[in-house]
């Protein structure tokens, strides 16, 4: 999306990741001024897609540079509500599906039933909005909210390494020779 709304151009956010790009102007944008429809509403799974999202995401920002009479890689004037609105439907469908694997795994044993905890990692667990959103279905349903602090959770490698440095500190599961490993770049 970030890439689609050309934030590289923008002034507030050039030097930014997209993802902190689309945080940053979503905080004084106006989520109510576009909606689009959560993803994957006729599944009652715990998965996760955005690439729905995206194509409804697209032609909305298409239609707007049509209504502002800009071409694509201009910077629309409500750039910022676009930005709130996707920030926002991303959220809910994250805090959908985590509410639905948190339910089964209730349901069905696999956490204990008391001291759950939510581990959120990764890059979507360096927005303070997602967090936040996170934070409260956490505590609303009765499960403490685990986070790397957000400076560890943009790079991909520092988060592989800090599941290494875990993994090692608990003993579980370090290969000590990958003689034999067989592996595929996907």
């Known amino acids: ?25 979503a905080q004084t944008g106006n989520q109510e001024l576009l909606t689009f429809r959560l993803p ?6 715990c998965d996760f897609s955005f690439s729905g999202l ?3 995401v697209n032609n909305a920002i298409g239609q707007k540079e049509k209504e502002e009479g800009i071409q694509e890689g201009e910077i629309l004037s409500c750039v910022k509500d676009v930005a709130a609105a996707v920030q926002h439907v991303v959220a809910v469908h994250i805090i959908q599906r ?17 001291n759950a ?41 520092v988060m592989i390494a800090w599941n290494g440095i875990e993994r090692l500190r608990a003993g579980l599961g370090v290969l000590h020779s990958a003689d034999g490993i067989r592996y595929e770049p996907r």
Not at 40 to 45: I, L, V
């Open 40 to 45: 994957m509403q006729q599944y009652r799974n």
């Open 117 to 157: 905890t939510l581990v959120v990692s990764g890059g979507v667990a360096s927005n303070q909005y997602i967090r936040k959103g996170l934070q409260n279905l956490a505590d609303a349903n009765d499960f403490a909210l685990l986070c790397p602090p957000p400076r560890l959770c943009t790079d991909n490698g």
């Open 54 to 56: 995206q194509n409804l």
């Open 98 to 114: 985590t509410y639905r694997a948190m339910l089964f795994c209730t349901k069905n044993s696999i956490l204990p039933s008391k």
């Open 1 to 25: 999306v970030a890439r689609r709304l050309s934030l590289k151009k923008h002034p507030e956010c050039h030097s930014m990741a997209g993802g902190k790009a689309i945080e940053h102007l």
